[in-house]
C-alpha cells in the first residue's frame, strides 16, 4: 500500500459527459503528479500540483483540468468524453524535490462507451 | 528527458538472479537513473535510483557503467511477484527551478516473466 487513494477504482459513462476522478496524496505529501495509461501510448504525464498551484503540464488535453485543494488531495476532471478518453488515470504523490520518489495510487480504471 | 532504449521483455526462472540492461547513451551529468516497476494491475512502484555508484536496497541493486551510457537492474533472486514491466527512467535534477517540477518520463520498458 503506497499511502495514496484514488476513488473511484472503475468508471463506465458515456461519450459527451463529464467525469471527476479524486486523489489523496500520502501524508505530508505536497506534490501531486495525474498519469494516464493507455494501450496504444503508454504511461503518459498529465499534470502537476505543489501546495495548490501547477507546477508542470504535460499531454494534457483542453477538455481536462486538475486542482489540488488547501487539504492537498487532488481532482482531475474530463469533460466531452471521447472514446479515446477510456484509460487507467494514476495519481502519484511526492514530498515535493526533484528526486523525491514519486508514490502511485491504484488507478481508477475509465471506460467510455 | 534523455532517452533509455530496453529490451521489450525477458525471462527468469524462479529463485535465479535477473539483470535488466538499461541503455541512455545521451545521459547528461545532471541525470539520475530510476528504476520504477509496475505489477499487473497496479500503479508503478519505486524500485532504486542512482546517479554514478552501484547502490543497492532491498528490493535491488543497480550497476552503472563508469561512463553511465548504461546500466542494469539486479534482482538477485527472482519472484513470482517481481514479474511485472521495469522502467528505467532518467531524471535531470538540474532542469527547471523550484521544488517538485519534475514528472516521470515513462518508455514502453521490459516485460519480466518469472517461470515457476
Known amino acids: 500500500d503506497s499511502g495514496v487513494t484514488q476513488t473511484p477504482k472503475h468508471l463506465i459513462t458515456a461519450t459527451g459527459q463529464r467525469v471527476t476522478l479524486r486523489c489523496s496524496p500520502r501524508?505530508?505529501?505536497?506534490?501531486v503528479y495525474w498519469y494516464q495509461q493507455s494501450l496504444d501510448q503508454g504511461l503518459q504525464f498529465l499534470i502537476q500540483?505543489?501546495?495548490?498551484?501547477?507546477?508542470a503540464k504535460g499531454n494534457i488535453l483542453e477538455r481536462f483540468s486538475a486542482q489540488q485543494f488547501p487539504d492537498l488531495h487532488s481532482e482531475l476532471n474530463l469533460s466531452s468524453l471521447e472514446l479515446g478518453d477510456s484509460a487507467l488515470y494514476f495519481c502519484a504523490s511526492s514530498v515535493g524535490t526533484v528526486q523525491e520518489t514519486q508514490y502511485f495510487g491504484p488507478g481508477t480504471r475509465l471506460l467510455v462507451l | 528527458d534523455a532517452k533509455t532504449t530496453q529490451p521489450n521483455s525477458m525471462e527468469s526462472n524462479e529463485e535465479e538472479p535477473v539483470h535488466l540492461p538499461c541503455n541512455h547513451s545521451?545521459?547528461?551529468?545532471?541525470?539520475?537513473i530510476h528504476w520504477y516497476r509496475q505489477l499487473p494491475s497496479q500503479g508503478p512502484e519505486y524500485v532504486i535510483h542512482?546517479?554514478?555508484s552501484n547502490v543497492n536496497n532491498r528490493m535491488a541493486s543497480l550497476a552503472i557503467a563508469e561512463d553511465r551510457k548504461s546500466s542494469t537492474l539486479i534482482l538477485h533472486r527472482a519472484t513470482l511477484r517481481d514479474a511485472a514491466v521495469y522502467y528505467c527512467?532518467?531524471?535531470?535534477?538540474?532542469?527547471?527551478?523550484?521544488?517538485?517540477?519534475?514528472?516521470?518520463?515513462f518508455g514502453k520498458g521490459t516485460k519480466l516473466s518469472v517461470i515457476p
Open positions: 545521451t545521459i547528461s551529468g545532471t541525470d539520475y
Open positions: 527512467i532518467l531524471r535531470d535534477v538540474g532542469a527547471g527551478s523550484g521544488a517538485g517540477s519534475y514528472q516521470l518520463t
Open positions: 542512482g546517479l554514478t
Open positions: 500540483y505543489y501546495n495548490g498551484e501547477e507546477r
Open positions: 501524508s505530508g505529501d505536497l506534490s
